[in-house]
T-cell receptor, first 109, second 112 residues
Framework: GDSVTQMEGPVTLSEEAFLTINCTYT??????LFWYVQYPGEGLQLLLK?????DKGSNKGFEATYRKETTSFHLDKGSVQVSDSAVYFC????????FGAGTTVTVRA | EADIYQTPRYLVIGTGKKITLECSQT?????MYWYQQDPGMELHLIHY???????EKGDLSSESTVSRIRTEHFPLTLESARPSHTSQYLC???????????FGPGTRLTVL
């Protein structure tokens, strides 16, 4: 079945550092790909998405490109802030949403 | 801003109690979902609904039940809570199956 493999955490960074969270997927069809973020004590929020190969999703300085050839959707941010501390989930949506295990990111001032 | 609500936000109860976790959305979405989130943060789909009077079990077996009598309301019930039910429960909705899902803030349930 469809599945998502996400880089394990936790990840601890200093402010203004570069962040990459790896995500690869397995799917039989042509799924949409998502990154969701969960701040402490809250539900999940959509961060960005891409619906077809080579699409780039971007939001709040985060970017991810749908790479069909490598079945990947890595999340990048060039300069993180303390407010980016959260759990990040990669997900694919073929006929239902399948989540990765989540990566906890902590940014220190 | 998504308009999906869950109550209560936190609940601590004793073993054997019957509980209902409420989820409501004001977006008119047909599709609604319940996820269980374990301490390691991984999410597991336990129930979903494609519309009124439609309910299906998800990937993770759960002793809970759901109902969908109204479009906006998708409550989850545990007839007899046990400590193994201690978890965070997240409700979500979407307009279409492959659309963005909007999540509520979650209910953190502790069963003593």
């Amino acid at each position: 079945g469809d599945s998502v493999t996400q880089m394990e955490g936790p990840v601890t960074l200093s402010e203004e550092a570069f962040l990459t969270i790896n995500c690869t997927y397995t799917a039989t069809g042509y799924p949409s790909l998502f990154w969701y973020v969960q701040y402490p004590g809250e539900g999940l929020q959509l961060l960005l998405k891409a619906t077809k190969a080579d699409d780039k999703g971007s939001n709040k300085g985060f970017e991810a490109t749908y790479r069909k050839e490598t079945t990947s959707f890595h999340l990048d941010k060039g300069s993180v802030q303390v407010s980016d501390s959260a759990v990040y989930f990669c997900a694919l949506d073929d006929y239902k949403l399948s989540f990765g295990a989540g990566t906890t990111v902590t940014v220190r001032a | 801003e998504a308009d999906i609500y869950q109550t209560p936000r936190y609940l601590v109860i004793g073993t054997g109690k019957k509980i209902t976790l409420e989820c409501s959305q004001t977006m008119g979405h047909d599709k609604m979902y319940w996820y269980q989130q374990d301490p390691g943060m991984e999410l597991h789909l336990i129930h979903y609904s494609y519309g009124v009077n439609s309910t299906e079990k998800g990937d993770l077996s759960s002793e809970s039940t759901v109902s969908r009598i109204r479009t906006e309301h998708f409550p989850l019930t545990l007839e007899s809570a046990r400590p193994s039910h201690t978890s965070q429960y997240l409700c979500a909705s979407s307009e279409q199956i492959t659309d963005t899902q909007y999540f509520g803030p979650g209910t953190r349930l502790t069963v003593l």
